[in-house]
Nanobody, 126 residues
Framework: EVQLVESGGGLVQAGGSLRLSCATS????????IGWFRQVPGKEREGVACISSLDGSSIIANSVNGRFTISSDNAKKTVYLQMNSLKPEDTAVYYCAAGDSKVVFYNKCRGGMEYWGKGTLVTVSS
């Protein structure tokens, strides 16, 4: 069974932090890359960070590098996105997604996802 359930979004002031969680299932997590994407209305969806369940390797987008980190708890089948030093331009709906690890990493966390969560809204006020 496919499961991708995001949580942790909310309203935060600029400079603050949030941690997003993506709870997955064994089926979804195994041999997959789990990633975080974000989208603002009227703009293309952007890959933020991806992590492989195979070896823990990760990709972080340049736009958030140094501020965001992605991690996973394999036992809990949960992936986290720690977001620090948030900026108003980080405001978006954040989606958790899963896909074949090799495909996702070949696409450098810009595509290759097969399954998507419903998203969680992050709003950063100035």
């Amino acid at each position: 069974e496919v499961q991708l359930v995001e949580s942790g979004g909310g309203l935060v002031q600029a400079g603050g932090s949030l941690r997003l969680s993506c709870a997955t299932s064994e089926f979804t997590f195994k041999d997959s890359a789990i990633g975080w994407f974000r989208q603002v209305p009227g703009k293309e969806r952007e890959g933020v960070a991806c992590i492989s369940s195979l070896d823990g390797s990760s990709i972080i987008a340049n736009s958030v590098n140094g501020r965001f980190t992605i991690s996973s708890d394999n036992a809990k089948k949960t992936v986290y996105l720690q977001m620090n030093s948030l900026k108003p331009e980080d405001t978006a709906v954040y989606y958790c997604a899963a896909g074949d690890s090799k495909v996702v990493f070949y696409n450098k966390c810009r595509g290759g996802m097969e399954y998507w969560g419903k998203g969680t809204l992050v709003t950063v006020s100035s």
